[in-house]
């Protein structure tokens, strides 16, 4: 599922939530360490404040959503993307979108590892990048260069969110499930 088809989603089930936020938080949470589709759907319930006639209506949907961001976070060919605004909107919305999607993800982070967890150093300063850019400031200044960075800004926490996942996981945690 795209940006626009999560997004009409959400609107069905009258959610205020933003498919960035929610994409990274599930992002989050599965780079947190192994986790299941069912506990996933669960969270996800939790974490868009499903009622239960909602989340039975979602459930479907969900579970196939989350089974493509899985297979996108643990896919060793990395074709993971960030599920942002598209280019059509104003940079000023997708930075904006960027900084929920950062932000949700330390989120989604935090709820796996719960207390203390060891990082490498650059999992540490990838951790502290991912938490400034979800204070990102949304005033440009209009210059032909604000597009070019915000595209390195997005293929930098593409990267990070990989050694994130890595590092977090670390060697003797089993691989993520196969989804067929």
Do not use: K
Request: charged residues 25%.
């Amino acid at each position: 599922m795209d940006f626009e088809q999560i997004e009409a989603f959400f609107y069905q089930l009258r959610l205020s939530v933003t498919p960035s936020s929610y994409h990274g938080f599930v992002c989050g949470r599965i780079a947190a360490g192994a986790v299941s589709i069912d506990e996933l759907v669960t969270l996800s319930g939790d974490w868009l404040t499903l009622d239960e006639e909602r989340a039975a209506a979602a459930d479907d949907t969900l579970r196939d959503y989350l089974a493509e961001v899985i297979e996108g976070v643990s896919d060793e060919g990395f074709t993971f993307q960030l599920q942002l605004p598209s280019e059509e909107l104003p940079l000023a919305d997708r930075l904006a979108a960027t900084g929920e999607w950062c932000g949700a993800f330390l989120s989604g982070v935090g709820e796996g590892l719960g207390g203390a967890f060891n990082v490498t150093e650059e999992g540490r300063e990838a951790l502290e990048d991912l938490a400034a850019i979800a204070q990102v400031s949304t005033d440009l200044q209009g210059d032909d260069d604000e597009e070019r960075d915000y595209v390195e800004l997005c293929e930098y926490i593409r990267v990070a969110v990989q050694l994130l996942y890595d590092d977090l996981r670390g060697s003797d945690q089993p691989p993520a499930p196969t989804i067929h």
